[in-house]
């Protein structure tokens, strides 16, 4: 019985491909596109806030790194 029920599965499978892609097109024809100025923008904005991230973490890293070099010098005296 399971390898019946293995075919039949398999057999069904182009049929639930070809259904999948049927959805796939009509959900993409439903889709809001941004508009090349809009993606520009927002684009703008990514690596703005990615360098700005970058500088926070990196004056971050150089203070703690400093506050635990002054730990382990204070306590290796």
């Known amino acids: 019985?399971?390898?019946?029920?293995?075919v039949q599965t398999?057999?069904?499978?182009p049929e639930q491909v070809k259904s999948y892609f049927e959805?796939?097109?009509?959900?993409?024809?439903r889709v809001t596109w941004p508009s090349?100025?809009?993606?520009?923008?927002?684009?703008?904005?990514?690596?703005?806030?990615?360098?700005?991230?970058?500088?926070?973490?990196?004056?971050?890293?150089?203070l703690v790194g400093r506050g635990v070099s002054k730990l382990f010098d204070a306590f290796s005296k």
């Open 23 to 29: 959805d796939l097109q009509s959900e993409m024809k």
């Open 36 to 62: 090349a100025r809009q993606v520009r923008a927002t684009t703008l904005v990514v690596i703005s806030a990615v360098f700005a991230f970058a500088v926070y973490f990196q004056i971050v890293d150089l």
């Open 10 to 13: 398999a057999g069904r499978w």
């Open 1 to 6: 019985m399971e390898a019946n029920n293995l």
